[in-house]
């Protein structure tokens, strides 16, 4: 097909898309339990059950019944630990109210002082890897639940002023639709060195998914692949990172610094060079993370898996005595609120979601994010910026979806805590005491 000749919306998808919608299907109604689910669904990270289990709190804001929510089969990290409750009798009561906030800014300094309702917040996805209405749907989730979502490295489209107060902007590789405009607009700039899906790798932008809109956003010719290298050509030392937030800095003198990056071996001096060179936040990304874009054979054999980076960066900031003037931020393959609850375990302050967002809004796992047999990118509307495809999310219906899904993750993330006995997420941060390791079936 002509790269035009999808360029506009047809009657008959529009009324296709508004049938469906309101007839209920795409709302992803699932029954309450496995069966009639297709086998082919999911794999052992993102199990069937853990998709039908995410659309399941998308379309209700409850946790489901009869499905497991909370792990999946993967025979490893997060899906090998679980938590030492309290018994019955010494938990803290459903009524106690328990606090799950979180402070971004503990430098101490003059920055913004930024407090989110919530111990997580929305990854980069950038336009062009998604589209419009779905960066709309996220940050309007993200303004619902005073936290924020990231615009990944693709520009600032116009629609997101809108919420700008709830919206980080990202710097990258690549500076694509790096604008003085929307780094002033940002509560916090977060720099992207690495994604610990391919670490090394830089990012790629198929020629396909690079349309009119995409290109001019970025500043580049349509349908020419874009790639952003790895790593920041003007960026080998702490003094070069300090030089990079200096600047960024003078453009918006009241910002977060934000730095996020994967997960090499070396990652606690990595962390602690960004602490020193004015980063308010560390983001970890590790392994297992990013869309179905990103090539299994990076995700699974080069960036450390998260759930050994977070507790290495943690003791390394204790020794170095400045764990408690940076936040913690952690991503990578955390899928649901137990596996979030973990990460804090192991010692992040919080967490970013990304493919949990995409799986709420109908993401079926189907890894033809980079274009599918089409070209057209992700066939249920999320991953391209098809003119008829991403009609098929509505920012209204994908902010609804996210609502319901984040409330069922709070009320999950609140219910682990009273069950821990604690009143506030941060006296979780650290505490492996309160987990447990599952070898061959054993605790
Ligand atoms: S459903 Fe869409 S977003 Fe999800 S993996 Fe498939 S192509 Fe990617």
Request: glycine share 12%; with cysteine; proline share 5%.
């Amino acid at each position: 097909m002509a790269k035009n000749e999808w360029s506009k919306p047809s009657e008959k998808l529009m009324e296709k898309t508004h049938h469906l919608m309101h007839d209920g299907f795409h709302q992803r109604v699932i029954p309450d339990s496995i069966y009639g689910l297709p086998e082919a669904l999911g794999d052992a990270r993102w199990t069937d059950e853990l998709i039908a289990s995410t659309w399941y709190m998308a379309e209700t804001g409850e946790c489901p019944p009869h499905l497991n929510y909370k792990t999946g089969r993967s025979g490893g990290g997060f899906d090998r630990l679980e938590f030492k409750e309290l018994p019955e009798g010494q938990q803290l009561s459903p009524e106690t109210d328990v606090d799950i906030s979180l402070t971004l800014n503990r430098r101490g300094d003059d920055r913004r002082q930024i407090k989110i309702d919530l111990p997580w917040y929305g990854g980069g996805m950038s336009y062009g890897s998604v589209s419009v209405n779905v960066m709309m749907s996220r940050a309007l989730n993200a303004k619902n639940w005073n936290t924020l979502m990231s615009t990944g490295e693709g520009g600032y489209p116009p629609q997101l002023y809108e919420c700008k107060e709830n919206v980080i902007t990202q710097v990258a590789t690549g500076y694509f639709g790096v604008e003085e405009k929307s780094i002033q607009a940002a509560p916090i700039i977060e720099f992207k060195y690495a994604q610990g899906a391919k670490p090394g790798l830089g990012g790629h932008l198929l020629a396909s998914k690079a349309g009119d809109e995409v290109a001019a956003m970025r500043g580049s010719v349509p349908f020419v692949s874009l790639f952003s290298p790895f790593p920041f050509h003007s960026t080998y030392s702490v003094e070069d990172h300090m030089k990079h937030l200096d600047w960024i800095k003078t453009v918006n003198p009241t910002a977060l610094m934000s730095v996020k990056v994967s997960t090499p071996h070396d990652v606690d001096m990595v962390a602690v060079g960004s602490y020193y060179a004015g980063a308010h936040i560390v983001h970890l990304d590790g392994a297992f993370g990013g869309t179905g874009a990103a090539p299994e054979i990076a995700k699974k054999n080069i960036a450390m898996p998260i759930e050994l980076a977070i507790p290495k960066v943690h003791k390394f900031m204790i020794k170095e005595g400045i764990r408690d003037n940076v936040t913690i931020i952690a991503s990578g393959g955390i899928r649901t609120a137990d596996d979030m609850a973990k990460a804090i375990a192991l010692g992040a302050d919080g967490c970013v979601l990304g493919t949990s967002d995409l799986v709420a809004m109908g993401c079926t796992r189907c890894s033809n994010c980079e274009g599918g047999p089409s070209g057209r990118g992700c066939p249920w509307g999320l991953t391209t910026t098809d003119a008829e495809l991403q009609e098929w999310v509505q920012q209204a219906w994908g902010a609804e979806r996210l609502n319901k899904y984040y409330a069922a993750l709070s009320n999950r993330m609140k219910e682990i805590l009273r069950n821990l006995g604690l009143s506030d997420v941060g006296q979780l941060r650290g505490r492996t005491d309160l987990l447990r390791y599952i070898a061959g079936g054993e605790a």
